[in-house]
């Protein structure tokens, strides 16, 4: 039972995903990180014993596919000078999809969610500057009529694995 | 801050690495410069925390993950820090923050991202990180998403944007 393969495509509340044993183990191993080196697919497939070549036809496939959204650096925007916030606005329903496309009108609105709660409409903001995120902050304000809660992370805790893939019989056990 | 190096290395890598065996070396071609030089400058960026990690980021959707539920708690300030840790380390969680609270609307001070198969699942997750917040968990809720009403991502559009103040 243990050794027993269970792909997700098996289980009948998941969309049909071609991840196979060694797709999961790629996924999990890099997850934490990459080389930097003159040869880092061949560093990697190393410690997943697999070859260079079947390495990188399998991060092509998962990228084509969409199983994987990235591969590459990840950036902190505020170390890079940037800011970042998570904002919230409380809007009458109503008025929602006019407030909607007018805070989606400001290019740096990176992302925006209507959520169900009273605080309904959820977006990021990321801008050059401490400055600038104000001046949005306060245009945002203006053209919506609306107040803004702007709900900077204070602190940012560890998270461990992204997503735990293994063990793969626990998988099915789980759900 | 951004070196103009370090811009240029920013944005040809900012759609993720070149799937070849020498990467580095392809970025290195691509911007006239020496391999080692990129990779020294990469270095440098994940040792200053200007580049978290190199990683491969899964779409969680498409791995069966199709629920998520921004779940928000109301804990004591002096506990936060020790809290936070505690459930930024569960393997469902994949973001965890202290943001400020706004009272009386918004009293929630801990924010943690929950995956799961489904919504019920989500709740489960949610009602066993109340069980291992115990008593510090003076209140707490969860929202889930109803609509995305834009996803562009962020993306650092113009070399001379990065790290600098815009005039």
């Known amino acids: 039972m243990k050794n027993k393969s269970v792909n997700f495509k098996n289980k009948p509340d998941s969309p049909a995903s071609p991840l196979d044993a060694t797709d999961r183990r790629i996924i999990n191993a890099l997850q934490y990180g990459f080389p930097v080196s003159d040869y880092p697919f061949q560093e990697a497939a190393a410690s997943l014993k697999l070859s260079e070549t079947e390495l990188l036809e399998r991060i092509k496939n998962m990228r084509e596919n969409g199983l994987l959204t990235r591969f590459g650096p990840l950036y902190n925007a505020e170390k890079m000078g940037g800011a970042l916030s998570l904002c919230a606005m409380i809007v009458a329903e109503e008025k929602f999809d006019k407030v909607a496309q007018q805070v989606n009108s400001f290019a740096q ?18 801008t050059q500057s401490i400055e600038e995120k104000q001046q949005t902050l306060e245009q945002i304000e203006q053209l919506t009529g609306y107040p803004v809660y702007d709900m900077p992370r204070q602190k940012e805790y560890f998270v461990g694995l992204f997503l735990n893939l293994e063990p793969v019989s626990q998988q099915a056990h789980d759900s | 801050m951004l070196s103009e190096l370090d811009q240029q290395i920013v944005l040809a890598t900012q759609a993720g690495l070149p ?6 070396h392809r970025i290195a071609e691509q911007l006239g410069i020496d391999a080692k030089l990129v990779q020294q400058r990469i270095k440098q960026m994940l040792a200053d925390g200007r580049i978290r990690r190199i990683a491969a980021i899964p779409n969680h959707y498409k791995l069966g993950f199709v629920a998520n539920g921004m779940s928000v708690w109301n804990v004591p300030d002096e506990q936060v820090d020790k809290l936070g840790e505690i459930v930024g380390k569960l393997d469902y969680v994949s973001h965890c923050y202290r943001r400020p609270r706004f009272l009386p ?3 929630y001070n801990l924010f943690a991202m ?10 489960l997750q949610v009602a066993k990180i109340a069980s291992l917040l115990g008593d510090a968990d ?4 969860i929202l889930f998403s109803r ?7 962020m993306r650092f559009n113009q070399a001379n944007d990065i790290g600098k103040k815009r005039n």
């Open chain 2, 19 to 24: 799937l070849d065996p020498q990467p580095y």
């Open chain 1, 109 to 126: 609105v990176a992302h925006n969610y209507e959520r169900d709660h009273k605080m309904n409409m959820w977006f990021v903001l990321a």
């Open chain 2, 147 to 153: 609509r995305i009403l834009k996803k562009t991502g």
């Open chain 2, 105 to 107: 609307e918004w009293p």
């Open chain 2, 138 to 141: 003076q209140g707490h809720d």
């Open chain 2, 114 to 123: 929950v995956h799961g198969k489904n919504r019920e699942e989500v709740n």
